[in-house]
């Protein structure tokens, strides 16, 4: 069974699923296959206006990369590879030319929270948490992030949530600008209803804005700068206090 799912919607967006509601939606390198494809391929026909990424169920938007999968880089090379493919993914997902959407039907943590900066537009629904908490394993954010966030929000912000590294209300986010709105009700109908005027738009006109930050990002070195941030990552990642919070993460679970 595929641990994602990829379906073209009838007003005109592509919603993506990550189907792993028993492992809190977490990223394994099934699902990165499947983001690269809606991404790069599916996303990007000509009848498609927007992306949507969500998670399974209401437990957990995405809660990161999957320990259980990639406890066993150990090295600092071992780590860059997959981090590195990550960060190439969440690059093309924020320079996708089209709008993409993160709706946050739960807990974001850690690279959860990666995946949803680098959609245009955040969605997050009445008392989820959210949090980049890699600080707290002994790393930092290892998929570029970090450099995605200080692009989206003012930087005593991003610091701050990337700093302290923990949970915050969906109400404090939102005051943040990392939400831009907060629903209730059923998930989809919230993201219809947000991205509503948007499709009724031509994917021409859509796509010639969109322009507009993906020529900004590049102006900055965005690529270079998260592959930067990647770099500092691995290195921590083989450090032996990262290890010990792994071990102690698994014994848990």
């Known amino acids: 069974m595929l641990e994602f799912l ?37 996303a990007e026909a000509p009848d498609v206006k927007a992306l949507v990424i969500t998670g399974e169920g209401e437990r ?15 090295t600092k090379d071992e780590a860059y590879t997959m981090l590195s ?13 089209k709008p993409t959407v993160a709706l946050v039907n739960g807990t974001a943590i850690g690279g959860g929270c990666e995946l949803a900066s680098a959609c245009d537009f955040r969605l997050g629904r009445q008392g989820i948490k959210a ?15 970090g450099s995605i966030l200080a692009e989206k929000l003012p930087q005593h912000a991003a610091m701050k949530l990337l700093m302290e590294a923990e949970p915050q209300t ?21 993201c219809e209803a947000f991205l509503d005027k948007t499709l009724a738009s031509d994917v021409n006109v859509l796509e010639s804005y969109k322009k ?3 020529n900004k990002w590049a102006a900055v070195n965005l690529r270079e700068r ?17 290890h010990q919070y792994v071990k102690t993460f698994l014994n848990k679970n």
């Open 131 to 145: 949090g980049f908490v890699q600080g707290k394993q002994a790393i930092t954010t290892g998929w570029g992030g």
């Open 212 to 214: 507009i930050w993906i």
């Open 6 to 42: 990829i379906e073209k919607k009838d007003k005109g967006y592509i919603l993506f699923t990550i189907t792993r509601n028993e492992k809190r939606n977490a990223i394994n390198y099934e699902v990165m296959e499947g983001l690269q494809k809606a991404i790069n391929e599916t």
């Open 60 to 74: 957990a938007f995405c809660s990161g990369g999957d320990l259980s999968v990639f406890h066993s880089l150990s």
């Open 85 to 97: 493919k990550m960060a190439d993914i969440l690059y093309s997902l924020t320079t996708l030319s």
């Open 226 to 242: 998260m592959e930067e941030e990647v770099k500092k990552c691995a290195v921590l990642w083989e450090s032996d206090a990262h």
């Open 170 to 190: 969906v109400e404090y986010l939102f005051d943040l600008d990392f939400f831009h709105g907060i629903y209730e009700e059923e998930s989809l109908s919230a």
